[in-house]
């Protein structure tokens, strides 16, 4: 989303206002109006103070995306997660105020998923889109809990789908669910990183008050024959980023505490979150959780021990 930014004087010429034109569709663009607290004119200095205070006031107002504010990295987790009993690694298990699956009921919060970080992780902001914050306690497809990644060795990330998206029996374990065999079709396009164009049905209820035309669905047609002809150089023909029989090099299934985890190694090159992927999935209560730990093939090196721990040690 491009937005272009104005400032226009007001009766004072110490206040101003900041314009910010958001072209949700082509040819029609919604503007914003915010007017400073801070009434000072541009020759005066401006304190580190004010600026961080004209910043919130932006950001509050929804002028500023969410994704310039967390351009900034994070701490590393191993300065403010409790030491896990793997060497170099930290415990994370998430208080019901983490994510909007948590705060909503979805997840039983006292008693929810838990796994180890390598201490020089950094958590990486979910956006709404992803969390599902928007459609929360009723999201009708998979959103993203968490994601914490290193530059140089990989990516780990959580994913968790509705049951019934998957059976209409309550309760379900993995096994009522399917076959380890059969289940990998359905979390293929999940452990080798979703598309884009795959969030257009979150996009169309998050944005219902917007009356799209036809023109909207070609400008979309359009921007996925892009996205895949020519920055991914894959063909628009291919199936998504399922995963096919030759790119699951292993799989297991294992007995955990009672519940049963489908575990399994595949190599996808064309995967957008990096060629190496090592995930488990399982099932508890109304949900279906799906660790993924990805690394391409630069990381794989040197991340591949880290993310092995990883995904051993997550449980639900």
């Not at 008050?209 to 669905?217: C, G, K, M, S």
């Not at 957008?272 to 391409?296: D, E, M």
Request: aromatic share 10%; glycine share 8%; net charge positive.
């Amino acid at each position: 989303m491009v937005c272009t930014v104005g400032i226009e004087a007001l009766q004072a010429p110490a206040c101003y206002k900041l314009r910010v034109r958001t072209p949700f569709r082509s040819g029609k663009a919604r503007c914003l109006t915010v007017q400073a607290v801070k009434l000072q004119s541009v020759d005066e200095p401006v304190s580190r103070r004010q600026a961080i205070e004209g910043l919130v006031i932006l950001a509050a107002s929804g002028a500023i995306p969410q994704q310039a504010l967390a351009a900034g990295k994070s701490a590393e987790v191993g300065s403010y997660l409790p030491a896990a009993g793997t060497a170099g690694f930290s415990d994370f298990k998430p208080d019901k105020s983490k994510t909007p699956a948590l705060r909503s009921g979805v997840i039983n919060g006292s008693d929810s998923y838990s796994f180890e970080v390598p201490s020089n992780y950094r958590e990486v902001g979910v956006a709404n889109i992803q969390s599902g914050n928007f459609c929360m306690p009723n999201c009708a497809e998979p959103w993203t809990e968490v994601v914490f990644a290193d530059d140089k060795e990989g990516k780990i990330q959580l994913l968790v789908a509705p049951l019934q998206k998957l059976t209409p029996k309550a309760n379900a374990t993995i096994k009522d669910v399917g076959t380890i065999e059969s289940l990998v079709q359905s979390f293929g396009p999940y452990i080798t990183g979703t598309p884009f164009w795959t969030y257009v049905p979150f996009l169309l209820r998050f944005f219902q008050d917007v009356a799209w035309n036809v023109a909207d669905v070609f400008a979309g047609m359009a921007m996925r024959f892009i996205y895949c002809r020519y920055l991914t150089k894959q063909s628009c023909m291919r199936t998504g980023t399922n995963l096919e029989d030759e790119d699951v090099l292993a799989k297991n299934v294992m007995d955990i505490n009672g519940r049963t985890y489908y575990e399994y190694e595949s190599y996808a090159p064309y995967g957008t979150n990096g060629s190496h992927q090592l995930s488990r999935a399982t099932t508890k209560g109304k949900c279906a959780f799906l660790f993924v730990t990805s690394a391409s093939d630069k990381q794989w090196p040197k991340g591949e021990k880290h993310l092995r721990q990883a995904l051993e040690s997550f449980r639900v």
